[in-house]
Nanobody, 122 residues
């Protein structure tokens, strides 16, 4: 069955960059929409970005537009989230998840990675 593993989180200063990776195994990612979600302490999990199975469609939350870029590499069976101009408000655990389409409802994504911590200091 499909499994997802995130990596690339860490501590970065405000204005810095991180690149998160979501590596898939068990199935090829072109069959799934892959979403990035994040959850800060005491807050609801929110959608950040999503890419369609074909890679033709990408979506971003308003809070990250112009700063984050989602991409995929079918050869590596991985999806990436390039995060630039990071702000302290971006601090959260970031998760990738697989679903049948790019929606903003986390319940629509059945397979989740374990999460990776992103901390942005001011």
């Amino acid at each position: 069955q499909l499994q997802l593993v995130e990596s690339g989180g860490g501590l970065v200063q405000s204005g810095g960059s991180l690149r998160l990776s979501c590596a898939a195994s068990g199935h090829t990612l072109d069959a799934y929409a892959i979403g990035w979600f994040r959850q800060a302490p005491g807050k609801e999990r929110e959608g950040v970005s999503c890419i369609s199975g074909s890679g033709d469609t990408t979506n971003y939350a308003d809070s990250v537009k112009g700063r984050f870029t989602i991409s995929k590499d079918n050869a590596e069976n991985s999806v990436y989230l390039q995060m630039n101009s990071l702000k302290p408000e971006d601090t959260a655990v970031y998760y990738c998840a697989a679903g049948w389409g790019c929606t903003w409802y986390h319940a629509d994504f059945a397979t989740w990675g374990q999460g990776t911590q992103v901390t942005v200091s001011s």
